[in-house]
């Protein structure tokens, strides 16, 4: 009132501030209504214009409105909004996802209306906020992992299991990837590439293979020369998804670090299935893949492939399999696919010998064979498993596959592992023994 009363008298001393007063009047009581009629005018042409298909200038009208330096938090969020509804309009998804972040910033819980909201964009929310919860498990890490003193922890990649199994899944190979990157972004970490990996199990499996499990998180430390193993196992809990995510050094019970998050299944990428498809046919099988071996003094046999029990494997990659026997020995090595067919990779058309000698390793499977695994559908959990014996092996009947040197087998992977362990290979009593490998084969998202 002191102030409003004081500018009166003046005004009425000189008529040349008149304007001036009335001006910043305006500008202190008129201003924020009328940016907010503005925003709201903006952003209902935008709508317009974006319901019309002219993306464009609804972009432009958009970023004109986030230019604003007073626009309150809800109206920034609503252009954000409609910035990425935009941008995915014209299949620029990079921007759409950076708009959608910035939306999420300002309002962590949002959650798209499936009323409202058509599935395309619902999915692209999704996926962004599952990117968030990998940065999030990523800093969980980070802050519970005990600080280096000298360098950066280096953390190899280890296997990410659905319901603490051997196999793995299209979620959970999306969650690794993610959780690899946001850690390797970080100083305190440094991260062991695939390739590397590969790498290390070509190079340095024959001496860590002799002494440790091939598939163990021991051997993959040591392998790597890493400093802990990165681990992940994802439990359904009705209509949500239970995550955890450790550091372990050693086959340490006790983790280093650890990371828990939770999440509803209808937030997670539509296009990235939480199990394999094949999960239920394939389960009987892997509960009975445990390695045996039989015979007065024991023969043993060991199977990896380059990445490691569990691994995963994207369309168009090639894989690769290694063997060790500690006896000289006869193998026949079945590869069960994800369509439930069995087939015998080694010995092949190409490559009759099927004898091993005693302690060497031996690429079974890859790019210096005949014959090559690159990964093709069907997606979804698929077995390698080797059958040894002292003594050589009955042929196995099936159907040539023509080109390609190898047969489909007529017996399946379950009942060739039955006649193996009940029945004698020979007059002479032999040795056997078994092992095998589990993979999970995912389709590249679209």
């Known amino acids: 009132m002191f102030l409003r009363t004081a500018n009166f008298a003046y005004i009425r001393q000189s008529n040349?501030?008149?304007g001036a007063v009335i001006l910043i009047l305006c500008a202190v009581f008129i201003t924020p209504a009328q940016?907010?009629?503005?925003f709201e005018a903006e952003i209902k042409m935008a709508r317009e214009k974006y319901a019309a298909g002219d993306f464009?200038?609804?972009?432009?009208?958009?970023r004109q409105c986030l230019r604003q330096n007073d626009l309150a938090a809800a109206h920034r969020m609503q252009a954000c909004h409609g910035l990425a509804q935009a941008y995915m309009a014209k299949n620029a998804l990079d921007e759409a996802k950076q708009h959608l972040l910035n939306m999420m910033a300002?309002?962590?819980d949002y959650q798209p209306d499936p009323e409202q909201e058509p599935p395309s964009f619902i999915a692209l929310v999704n996926e962004v906020k599952f990117g968030l919860m990998a940065q999030r498990l990523a800093q969980t890490l980070a802050q519970n992992c005990p600080a280096s003193k000298n360098a950066p922890l280096r953390i190899a990649p280890g296997h990410f299991a659905y319901q603490n199994s051997p196999v793995s899944s299209p979620l959970l190979h999306g969650l690794q990837e993610r959780l690899t990157a946001a850690l390797d972004d970080m100083p305190q970490f440094e991260m062991v590439t695939m390739a590397e990996l590969q790498n290390a199990v070509k190079m340095r499996g024959i001496d860590v293979f002799a002494r440790l499990q091939p598939n163990s998180p021991e051997a993959v430390q040591t392998i790597t020369e890493a400093d802990a193993v990165l681990?992940?196992?994802a439990w359904e809990r009705g209509d949500s998804l239970a995550l955890v995510i450790k550091l372990v050094q050693n086959n340490n019970q006790q983790p280093l670090s650890l990371a828990k998050a939770g999440m509803a299944k209808s937030a997670l990428p539509a296009n990235l299935s939480i199990r394999p498809a094949n999960f239920e046919q394939a389960q009987q099988i892997v509960a009975g893949l445990q390695d045996a071996?039989?015979?007065?003094?024991k023969l043993e046999i060991k199977l990896w492939v380059d990445r490691l029990n569990g691994a995963i494997y994207r369309e168009g990659e090639e894989m690769a399999a290694y063997v060790r026997a500690n006896k000289e020995c006869y193998v026949n090595l079945i590869y069960h696919d994800a369509s439930s067919a069995d087939f015998l990779i080694f010995p092949n058309q190409h490559e009759t010998d099927n004898r091993l000698a005693a302690n060497q390793v031996y690429e079974i499977l890859g790019p210096s064979r005949r014959f090559r695994v690159v990964v093709a559908p069907p997606f979804g959990v698929e077995i390698l498993k080797v059958f040894a014996s002292t003594q050589p092996l009955a042929e196995l009947n099936g159907e040539k596959i023509t080109g390609a040197g190898i047969k489909r087998l007529q017996s399946s992977l379950a009942e060739m592992t039955t006649a193996m362990r009940g029945v004698s290979v020979s007059a002479r009593p032999a040795e056997r023994a078994e092992a095998s490998c589990v993979v999970t084969t995912v389709q590249l998202p679209q």
């Open 16 to 18: 040349s501030l008149l």
């Open 35 to 38: 940016a907010q009629n503005d």
């Open 56 to 62: 464009d200038t609804a972009i432009t009208l958009l």
């Open 106 to 108: 300002l309002a962590p």
């Open 231 to 233: 681990l992940g196992e």
């Open 293 to 297: 071996a039989s015979g007065s003094t």
